[in-house]
């Protein structure tokens, strides 16, 4: 058994792969394996990563496109490392990076990652709050907040899971959501886990404004109703924990009023009719919402919670008339 199962998904990043590789190709720690799910690429990416198919801890699938959580998914399939980590096609790892996650007493490794451009100037460096081993309750404790401010509990970036955790409980990338589909996957990681082990280092360099990047997404394509879902398995978690502090729960519901408001907005050119469905099923989903906003979503919210559906309805058709 190799010790580390690398996942690249890759699609269409014929500019960037080759360094991806290489990285890999680089690494001070050797004992892994290269699993490169080509996800339906029509650009030279699929040719360019069977050039390195010479090396045998190298292996590359060439599947129909079906987005970035199918492919993830296919390489969780295939892997057969003690551990296994995500690196994306356009993304690069520094020589030592696998040697630095690599900790066999721990089930989990997180470390941190470095936001790029183009040139390679830094844009910023994302780094765990905590450091060393922590019982997960500690985890809990500052968990939420620090997931909202740098996401960093949800990147597939710096970190390393215990294959077997992973397939015990057969856990994969829910291929339904296009956005925080990682964070998802890893909350039923977390779920299972005792003890993460935190490592100040960052040696994941994440390009950032790639043209067919998966974060680049417009509000009416999101399905929100998922992200509440992901916010309430979230809850969920900390309250069985007993971390689900005051100013956790006004975290919460500031995300889940956000996701109220932006629904409404994007739906305010559809008739009564579907508006009034829309309507119900938003109130089902996210029952709990905060009056602790700003402006005209403010008083959009105080209808809602009063389930002043009419009122709501003709505010956004007045928007849509006079073109805001």
């Not at 014929?14 to 394996?33: G, H, P």
């Not at 040697?99 to 910023?124: F, H």
């Not at 978690?237 to 994007?266: A, H, P």
């Amino acid at each position: 058994m190799c010790k580390v199962s690398i996942i690249m998904p890759v699609y269409n990043k014929e500019k960037y792969v080759r360094k991806a590789i290489e990285s890999i190709l680089a690494q001070t720690l050797t004992e892994w394996e290269l699993i490169i799910i080509d996800d339906g690429s029509t650009d030279l990416s699929y040719s360019i990563c069977l050039e390195y198919t010479g090396d045998k801890r190298i292996k590359v699938f060439h599947i129909k496109n079906g987005g970035v959580s199918r492919a993830r998914n296919t390489g969780l399939d295939y892997a057969r490392g003690e551990y296994v980590t995500f690196i994306d096609s356009d993304d690069y790892i520094t020589e030592n990076y696998l040697e630095k996650l690599y900790q066999p007493e721990y089930d989990m490794i997180i470390g941190g990652l470095t936001k790029v451009n183009y040139e390679g100037i830094v844009l910023a460096e994302v780094l765990p709050s905590l450091s060393g081993m922590k019982e997960i309750s500690e985890v809990a404790a500052g968990f939420y907040k620090e997931q909202i401010e740098t996401g960093i509990y949800g990147f597939v970036a710096g970190k390393l899971t215990r294959r077997c955790i992973i397939e015990e409980k057969h856990i994969r990338f829910d291929e339904e959501i296009q956005l925080a589909e990682d964070y998802e996957f890893y909350l039923r990681i977390y779920k299972i886990l005792k003890k993460i082990y935190f490592l100040n280092f960052s040696g994941y360099y994440y390009l950032q404004g790639v043209e067919n990047s998966a974060i680049i997404l417009q509000d009416d394509k999101t399905d929100f109703f998922k992200q509440a879902e992901i916010q309430k398995k979230t809850k969920e978690i900390l309250i069985k924990m007993d971390c689900f502090s005051k100013e956790n729960e006004q975290i919460y519901l500031e995300r889940m009023t956000g996701y109220v408001y932006t629904v409404l907005l994007v739906n305010e050119k559809i008739p009564y009719k579907d508006f009034v469905r829309l309507f119900f099923r938003l109130k089902h989903v996210i029952p709990d919402v905060t009056e602790n906003v700003m402006g005209m979503e403010k008083w959009c919210i105080r209808q809602y919670i009063k389930s002043r559906k009419l009122i709501i309805f003709l505010y956004l058709k007045l928007r849509v008339i006079m073109g805001k």
